[in-house]
């Protein structure tokens, strides 16, 4: 009987009848959001089982796709089972999410290749050993104001992530010059983004060093580094020849021949020529003139 009561018509097949490796796995609940996993699951007990099958075979999953604030028993259920997460992103669980919560699931999936925890500001050192000592083909990881993060566990990271390439320590305010070197020295040879913005503690030698040891490097943000001088950038133009953006704004101690390299280069940068800022003000001021050309 269908669950109407009406019975099924000869012939009609069932959707918890198709094939469920071959057709529903692959074709069907690969296209079902995350928020709607979670209501389908309750529908009966094939679904769920349908859907715990589906969720342990995940290659990707973003808190995101759940809702701005997923509840912490609803992340849990999600992935109880997943054991093949290459990517995994939480950021929405930031207000909850602890290394009780997240250590199993890192520990369950040895091929995380990304992980992005901003502002998930509850965990601990206990999460980065985990993941530098579980996950070793990591590539990126993102701790954008994460304020526990400091120096001891950065270490931690440059040791056992030799595949890593992209890494954000925005606001990070306890890292120092001393642990960037550490990681340039460890792991510059394969980074290929960094963000150190927001960051008062982060000077030139921590720049330098990444510029001598870093070749690859084409992503730089050093936004309110307000250590970060005109040294720094030079360096970067000397040994730095894949660097394709450098954010430097409200770096009030680099200058503009530092960077005037650099642009030669084509390099993005985010402060505009002094030049050009003149310009603009005087347009600002007398309105539009036609006769001003900004294309300098």
Known sequence: MEPSGREQEPGAVRLLDLPWEDVLLPHVLSRVPLCQLLRLQRVSRAFRALVQLHLAGLRRFDAAQVGPQIPRAALAWLLRDAERLQELALAPCHEWLSDEDLVPVLARNPQLRSVALAGCGQLSRRTLGALAAGCPRLQRLSLAHCDWVDGLALRGLADRCPALEELDLTACRQIKDEAIVYLAQRRGAGLRSLSLAVN?????????????????????????????????????????????????????????????????????????????????????????????????
């Open 200 to 296: 008062a503690n982060v000077g030139d030698t921590a720049v330098q060093e990444l510029a001598r040891n870093c070749p690859e490097l084409e992503h730089l943000d050093l936004t309110g580094c307000l250590r970060v001088g005109s040294d720094g950038v030079r360096t970067l133009a000397e040994y730095c020849p894949a660097l394709r953006s450098l954010r430097v704004r409200h770096c009030h101690h680099v200058a503009e021949p530092s960077l005037s390299r650099l642009r030669k280069r084509g390099v993005d940068i985010d402060v505009e020529p002094p030049l050009h800022q003149a310009l603009v003000l005087l347009q600002d001021m007398a309105g539009f003139a036609p006769f001003i050309n900004l294309q300098v």
